[in-house]
């Protein structure tokens, strides 16, 4: 039951670097654009590029490797199988053959492609939760959100269940671990028996759970109009996002790089 | 019934940065039939101990026996300790889940394997200690009854598997003056006509006073005092260091000496206290 505690939210390591300190948006959109790209370059010269590219970006943000390749450790079985379909999949000239599975040069060269641009994609990504905190991430979506609000897209409304759902994480871990060594103390077993069992065990773990997150959300919705909220319309912000100098540099660099990778690559 | 801790540690997150020492080289006994009272200021570590008892935190180092078992063992049937040293947690209320009151109480019982002829007769008894009608209740659900009920039907689940042990973490956190009062003379009925081993964790000093035998005060981790209600209370300075006081009554007896009245200031209750300043104004022979 200590294990619930040691649970961390979000992959956000704080730092104080270049990366660190770039608007949420700037990250955001440089994410975007980053996917895009992948998608439009072809060649491995161009892969070449943008791993470099983000090389030097994971280099400027001071954050160790070890924590990069993290997040790639649980993908690597769809690595692995993207690789092997295409290995085997694909017609082409035939390097060898085993019974009726071909491996085929065009195979190996998309395979290896496939997981050029999925790895590419985990770790460039990576980069924007690693260096941005959760309550900046979601204060940079609701900003670039805003102009859907003519459409029809609550953005505020959104960000704010964001960060209510993060701040409450934590609360009902500990909800959780609490209610558990209460039937605990009173015999009760969510270990052992068989799935139907275990089921029916964690009745009086989640009734509780439930109705006290119940109760939470009435007190917090009373605390929160108390304090005068009325939807995020005329709110303004204590922390205001700022485009520095720096933002505009770096999405003028990653735009420019993008459009001439995308474009010769 | 007795529980004993030998030079028990504890910290939680262990092994992590954050790691923090809970409990420090912590030993005591808690013998059968005793009221024991169980303070400390917040941090102190009270809810930690008080979860070692029975076994829900097991000690990074140390012993815990409860009725000379040992829980420190891997196979040691912590299911049947946990029946006999009943745990009340705070805001007890917080853990009901049952459709109806009859099967919320019954759930320790049922989790003992009881049949449900006894189930019913556990939960009529343990409604009856308190103060609730079996009749009126059992089949309402426990959600519709009020703040007050609502503690006291949490409380009965515990004490409807009959332990011989009751632990209650802060029992009338949140009630008002008169279901305080109700609770604590049920947990003192059971002490003194159940013959349950009472152990108290509270922030009132007044209620400590009143039915504890025996006080224990926690501070960062160890035991600061350990002794007769008077003998701790004895301490006053040392208390006010800690951020705790004396009752308010002790508290009257001690100013009324700083003014010059010669009164003993070993006075727990108000009526102690009367007793005490009538025979040091030599009014008695008007009473």
């Known amino acids: ?265 | 019934m007795s529980i004993r801790l030998e030079n028990v540690f504890f910290s939680y997150l262990e092994g992590t940065p954050t790691s923090q020492a809970a409990l420090r080289n912590v030993s005591l006994e808690i013998e059968d039939g005793e009221f024991v009272g169980l303070i400390g200021p917040t941090g102190s570590g009270k809810s930690t101990l008080i979860q070692h008892f029975n076994g829900l935190l097991k000690p990074d180092s140390g012993k815990v026996f409860v009725d000379g078992v040992d829980l420190t063992l891997k196979d040691t049937q912590l299911r049947l300790i946990r029946q006999k040293v009943g745990m009340v947690f705070q805001y007890p209320e917080h853990q009901l889940f049952g459709e109806t009151v009859l099967e919320d109480v019954g759930f320790g019982p049922r989790n003992g394997g009881l049949s449900e002829e006894e189930i019913v007769k556990r939960v009529r008894e343990a409604l009856a200690y308190v103060g609730l009608d079996y009749e009126v209740l059992k089949d309402q659900s426990p959600f519709e009854l009020s703040g007050g009920q609502k503690r006291r039907v949490a409380i009965a689940g515990v004490l409807a598997m009959r332990p011989s042990v009751l632990v209650l973490d802060e029992p009338t956190a949140g009630l008002d003056p008169a279901g305080r009062e109700e609770i604590l003379a049920e947990i003192k009925q059971l002490h003194d006509e159940g013959g349950i081993t009472v152990v108290l964790v509270t922030h009132s000093m007044e209620d400590v006073a009143r039915f504890a035998d025996r006080l224990i005060v926690m501070e960062q981790g160890t035991i600061a005092l350990d002794g007769t209600s008077l003998e701790v209370f004895g301490q006053a300075g040392r208390l006010k260091d800690m951020g705790l006081g004396v009752p308010e009554i002790t508290e009257l007896m001690y100013e009324l000496k700083a003014h010059g009245l010669d009164v003993d200031t070993e006075i727990l209750t108000v009526a102690e206290a009367e007793a005490e300043i009538i025979r040091v104004m030599g009014w008695g022979c008007q009473k």
Request: glycine share 10%; hydrophobic share 50%; net charge positive.
């Open chain 1, 1 to 265: 039951m200590r294990m619930l505690r040691s649970v961390t939210i979000g992959q956000h390591i704080p730092g104080d670097s270049l990366i660190h300190r770039l608007d949420p948006r700037t990250k955001i959109l440089s994410s975007i654009v980053l996917i895009v790209l992948l998608f439009v370059v072809k060649g491995f010269i161009g892969y070449g590029l943008v791993a470099l590219g983000i090389a030097l970006v994971v280099r400027a943000s001071n954050i160790p490797l070890r924590f990069v390749l993290r997040g790639v450790r649980p993908l690597m079985v769809i690595l692995v199988f993207t690789l092997t379909l295409h290995l085997f999949m694909t017609d082409g000239r035939i390097i060898f053959q085993i019974w009726f599975l071909k491996v085929t040069w065009e195979g190996l060269i998309r395979g290896l492609m496939m997981g050029t641009r999925l790895l590419l994609l985990i770790i460039g990504t990576s980069m924007l939760t690693l260096t941005t905190s959760p309550m900046q991430l979601t204060d940079g979506i609701e900003t670039l959100l805003r102009p859907g609000k003519k459409i029809g897209i609550p953005a505020h409304e959104l960000a704010m269940m964001m960060t209510i759902a993060l701040r409450f994480i934590p609360t009902l871990l500990e909800e959780t671990e609490k209610i558990m060594k209460a039937q605990m103390a009173r015999g009760a077993d969510f270990q052992s028996g068989g799935i139907t069992q275990r089921a029916k065990s964690l009745i009086p773990l989640l009734v509780p759970l439930f109705v006290n997150a119940f109760r939470r959300a009435d007190d917090l919705a009373i605390a929160m109009e108390a304090r005068g909220y009325r939807g995020g319309e005329g709110r303004t912000k204590l922390r205001e996002l700022k485009f520095q100098r720096s933002d505009m540099m770096a999405l003028g660099f990653v735009l420019a790089f993008a459009l001439v990778v995308g474009a010769f690559f």
